[in-house]
């Protein structure tokens, strides 16, 4: 008898980097660790040692801005909203190039961050409702600190970001905090250290402006971003929310193969 052709086993779409299953221990850990955090600034004790902080980085970082000229200029220069974009556009590059997740498995990443950032801005929105109601959102330091130097009086025709009147939670660090946590999974030795370096490159300009205390960022934002890891990332989430988003934009990627430029760049990456 003549021997059958044996089929392919069929295959499932690939969900790396994400899990297709529940992970119940980490799940819980991060809410545990986001539970404590916040606990730690709520609880009296503790929020004494937190506030003396903040004071502390406040005053270390603001008043470096005493010495003016270049110094005070790069600041100011980093505290402008559009500077926003050129952080967006590092993050995409970093998740893009190799950087921290493998070539193979980048696009999936890419989607699979940009589900995060919705769910994290659910979760943002609904923390910062219930801090309202709570009375625990306040001023930033640049509002409240005697002596506090404000950039936008130094420099009054940029449109410096240096002030808040709800700077509880940091929502630009919520979103610098995800992204470095969620490469953190994944990157290692070196490539780990440069997203951290680059995370508190993102974070200090609001720091050392005055628009965020150092808990709006390291309680506040880290809170959010813990709930956000929990429910994205070790739930099917990540996996399902990126594979409907790459199914979604197929098309689009396809037709832009097509144009001439990429086709162009395709050609010269095969020789």
């Not at 070539?103 to 769910?119: D, N, V």
């Not at 409240?144 to 970001?161: H, M, N, Q």
């Not at 370096?197 to 609001?206: A, D, E, I, S, Y």
């Amino acid at each position: 008898m003549a021997a059958h052709p044996s089929r392919p086993a069929a295959t499932a779409p690939p969900t790396a980097p994400f899990s297709p299953r529940f992970r119940p221990l980490p799940f819980l850990g991060c809410h545990l660790a986001a539970a404590l955090l916040l606990l730690s600034w709520l609880w009296a004790p503790t929020r004494q040692l937190r506030d003396l902080f903040d004071d502390r980085i406040f005053t270390l970082l603001n008043h470096s801005l005493r010495a003016g000229g270049l110094w005070a200029e790069s600041w100011a220069l980093a505290s402008l909203r559009p500077i926003d974009l050129v952080t967006a556009l590092v993050m995409l590059l970093v998740l893009r190039r190799d950087l921290a997740v493998d070539r193979a498995t980048a696009r999936r990443a890419l989607f699979g961050f940009a589900a995060l950032l919705g769910l994290l801005l659910a979760i943002r929105v609904t923390f910062s409702a219930v801090a309202a109601a709570a009375g625990w959102t306040r001023a930033s330091p640049s509002l409240v600190v005697d002596g506090a130097i404000r950039l936008s009086e130094l420099f009054p025709d940029w449109e410096v970001k240096d002030s808040s009147t709800t700077s509880f939670p940091g929502d630009h660090a919520a979103v610098a905090l995800l992204w470095a946590l969620f490469l953190s999974l994944f990157a290692r030795g070196a490539r780990l250290a440069l997203v951290w370096l680059l995370t508190l490159l993102f974070l200090l300009p609001r720091l050392v402006a005055g628009a965020h205390w150092s808990s709006d960022d390291f309680v506040g934002g880290l809170f959010v971003c813990l709930l956000t890891l929990a429910w994205g990332f070790y739930t099917p989430f990540a996996m399902l929310a990126s594979g409907w988003l790459e199914r979604c934009t197929a098309p689009l990627r396809n037709r832009v193969k097509q144009w001439p430029p990429w086709r162009q760049r395709g050609t010269g990456r095969g020789r």
